[in-house]
């Protein structure tokens, strides 16, 4: 019987899609035993932009959620997505600091790692992979994830490459990551067509979203052509800018005959589970009723629903919403020019902005931010296709080539622990604290100077209670 199998993303992308990663961890602890029951291939839970939400807005520690997620979650797989060599944050770490990171999310609980890198540069994704190997433990899988994208250089011919690429390195499994839900059940056809029939040993998966109305379609698609996984989330946390539904994949797969392993009963449980909560953050306006809707506009332009939203934002602060059509119009331009990087975090905000300054200034790259500068010096890692000439020698002088090594093999100094250990003080109490800070500083300083006080607190109760 044929197999496909769910990763449910409610814990992870889909409340990042729908309310910006604000989901505490007390408002799903009494589902997880349910969830834990449910069949799921895995469970994405982890890494994104949880930890820097974490931090930053809930007031919690991302690694004691961790360990209360692996606690209350014993029989499942717990997944995350890691930014490759900029880990969890937006910029480059240094190797050590890679692996000392891997090491430790998988002592606190986390199993499959799905490492990406937004270029493609899979450079970036050796350090993460060689750690995960190093500390694996029987439960351990890395996942090597493909940023999917859409341009004349993007063809069927050099994602199969890429595949064949990252099982030659020693992925386990290979992720598609439609970021934008811009890929089409055409190109799903032909793409995956072509990676098993080059690399069909290795299981596939894919990740899409429902922005722009493609995602079950393409999903049927993916099925049909062998996808070995989908991730989908509970649907009462689906559709729009999230994934497509996991209950409506799991009855179209029965009639099908197709064998997913999710008990029924439980993935209702948790949909019904989930429904008051997301109502709480519609209530409090957390959830946007715009990101729950269908936007096509994304297949127009290529461009993410989340870029689009950003440049909305920026103009309007700007008072210049009169030139958001031409803005949008310059990004396609903008992104041939830096050689059509996939357009995910950071290139998208990079490309966006770089674009909207273009419009407003009336002169192309009069203007240029310090983020392309550096992405064109090839601190980011090797573009898709070459950067425009022009555009190259104004950023890096006539005849000067882009770096062609890592940066951090150029910037490496490994005293970032001693560094951060010593800002920190009595403040850190374990490896975990540390490196926190060493990823989020402000964001730690300030969360651990909470927990200092809450304990200072809670010991002067506890003495005058005596
Ligand atoms: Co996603």
Same mark, same amino acid.
């Given at each position: 019987?044929?197999?496909?199998?769910?990763?449910?993303?409610?814990?992870?992308?889909?409340?990042?899609?729908?309310?910006?990663?604000?989901?505490?961890?007390?408002?799903?602890?009494?589902?997880?035993?349910?969830?834990?029951?449910?069949?799921?291939?895995?469970?994405?839970?982890?890494?994104?932009?949880?930890?820097?939400?974490?931090?930053?807005?809930?007031?919690?520690?991302?690694?004691?959620?961790?360990?209360?997620?692996?606690?209350?979650?014993?029989?499942?797989?717990?997944?995350?997505?890691?930014?490759?060599?900029?880990?969890?944050?937006?910029?480059?770490?240094?190797?050590?600091?890679?692996?000392?990171?891997?090491?430790?999310?998988?002592?606190?609980?986390?199993?499959?790692?799905?490492?990406?890198?937004?270029?493609?540069?899979?450079?970036?994704?050796?350090?993460?992979?060689?750690?995960?190997?190093?500390?694996?433990?029987?439960?351990?899988?890395?996942?090597?994830?493909?940023?999917?994208?859409?341009?004349?250089?993007?063809?069927?011919?050099?994602?199969?490459?890429?595949?064949?690429?990252?099982?030659?390195?020693?992925?386990?499994?290979?992720?598609?990551?439609?970021?934008?839900?811009?890929?089409?059940?055409?190109?799903?056809?032909?793409?995956?067509?072509?990676?098993?029939?080059?690399?069909?040993?290795?299981?596939?998966?894919?990740?899409?979203? &429902? !922005?722009?109305? *493609?995602? @079950?379609?393409?999903?049927?698609?993916? %099925? /049909?052509? =062998?996808? $070995?996984?989908?991730?989908?989330?509970?649907?009462?946390?689906?559709?729009?800018?999230?994934?497509? &539904? !996991?209950?409506? *994949?799991? @009855?179209?797969?029965?009639?099908?005959? %197709? /064998?997913? =392993?999710? $008990?029924?009963?439980?993935?209702?449980?948790?949909?019904?589970?989930?429904?008051?909560?997301?109502?709480?953050?519609?209530?409090?306006?957390?959830?946007?009723?715009?990101?729950?809707?269908?936007?096509?506009?994304?297949?127009?332009?290529?461009?993410?629903?989340?870029?689009?939203?950003?440049?909305?934002?920026?103009?309007?602060?700007?008072?210049?919403?009169?030139?958001?059509?031409?803005?949008?119009?310059?990004?396609?331009?903008?992104?041939?020019?830096?050689?059509?990087?996939?357009?995910?975090?950071?290139?998208?905000?990079?490309?966006?902005?770089?674009?909207?300054?273009?419009?407003?200034?009336?002169?192309?790259?009069?203007?240029?931010?310090?983020?392309?500068?550096?992405?064109?010096?090839?601190?980011?890692?090797?573009?898709?296709?070459?950067?425009?000439?022009?555009?190259?020698?104004?950023?890096?002088?006539?005849?000067?080539?882009?770096?062609?090594?890592?940066?951090?093999?150029?910037?490496?100094?490994?005293?970032?622990?001693?560094?951060?250990?010593?800002?920190?003080?009595?403040?850190?109490?374990?490896?975990?604290?540390?490196?926190?800070?060493?990823?989020?500083?402000?964001?730690?300083?300030?969360?651990?100077?909470?927990?200092?006080?809450?304990?200072?607190?809670?010991?002067?109760?506890?003495?005058?209670?005596?």
């Amino acid at each position: 019987m044929r197999k496909v199998q769910i990763t449910e993303t409610v814990l992870r992308d889909a409340n990042q899609s729908l309310m910006a990663t604000r989901l505490p961890y007390k408002d799903y602890e009494g589902i997880l035993p349910t969830m834990d029951q449910a069949g799921y291939y895995s469970v994405e839970c982890w890494g994104g932009a949880t930890f820097d939400s974490c931090l930053r807005y809930l007031n919690e520690d991302p690694w004691e959620r961790l360990r209360n997620l692996r606690k209350n979650l014993p029989n499942s797989k717990l997944q995350m997505l890691l930014r490759g060599q900029n880990l969890l944050g937006y910029k480059h770490y240094h190797d050590d600091v890679v692996e000392k990171f891997i090491e430790l999310s998988i002592k606190n609980g986390i199993d499959i790692i799905r490492i990406f890198d937004a270029l493609n540069d899979f450079r970036n994704l050796e350090t993460a992979l060689a750690a995960t190997q190093k500390y694996a433990t029987p439960n351990t899988i890395a996942s090597g994830c493909i940023s999917y994208t859409q341009s004349p250089v993007h063809t069927v011919e050099k994602y199969v490459k890429m595949c064949k690429e990252l099982k030659t390195m020693g992925f386990q499994t290979i992720c598609l990551k439609d970021m934008a839900g811009t890929m089409t059940p055409y190109e799903a056809e032909h793409l995956i067509k072509g990676i098993k029939d080059a690399v069909g040993d290795i299981p596939l998966i894919l990740h899409t979203h &429902s !922005t722009t109305g *493609m995602a @079950y379609m393409t999903l049927i698609k993916a %099925i /049909e052509c =062998g996808i $070995d996984v989908i991730d989908t989330a509970a649907s009462c946390f689906s559709g729009g800018t999230s994934q497509p &539904s !996991t209950e409506t *994949m799991f @009855y179209t797969m029965q009639q099908y005959g %197709i /064998e997913t =392993g999710l $008990d029924e009963a439980k993935i209702n449980e948790v949909n019904e589970y989930f429904k008051p909560v997301k109502q709480k953050y519609i209530d409090n306006g957390m959830i946007n009723p715009k990101s729950l809707a269908t936007d096509a506009q994304a297949l127009v332009y290529k461009v993410p629903g989340g870029m689009l939203s950003n440049m909305i934002a920026n103009l309007t602060d700007m008072k210049a919403m009169d030139k958001f059509d031409a803005a949008l119009e310059e990004i396609p331009k903008v992104r041939a020019d830096l050689g059509y990087p996939p357009l995910v975090t950071p290139l998208s905000q990079m490309v966006g902005n770089q674009a909207v300054t273009n419009v407003l200034v009336g002169q192309r790259y009069k203007q240029i931010s310090k983020e392309v500068k550096n992405y064109i010096k090839g601190e980011y890692g090797i573009a898709p296709a070459p950067v425009n000439k022009e555009l190259q020698v104004q950023v890096l002088g006539e005849g000067v080539q882009p770096i062609d090594c890592r940066t951090e093999d150029q910037k490496r100094t490994g005293e970032e622990f001693k560094e951060a250990a010593a800002a920190l003080g009595d403040l850190a109490r374990s490896e975990e604290d540390i490196m926190s800070y060493i990823c989020f500083p402000d964001q730690t300083v300030k969360f651990l100077e909470n927990r200092k006080a809450q304990e200072e607190n809670e010991a002067v109760y506890t003495i005058e209670e005596m």
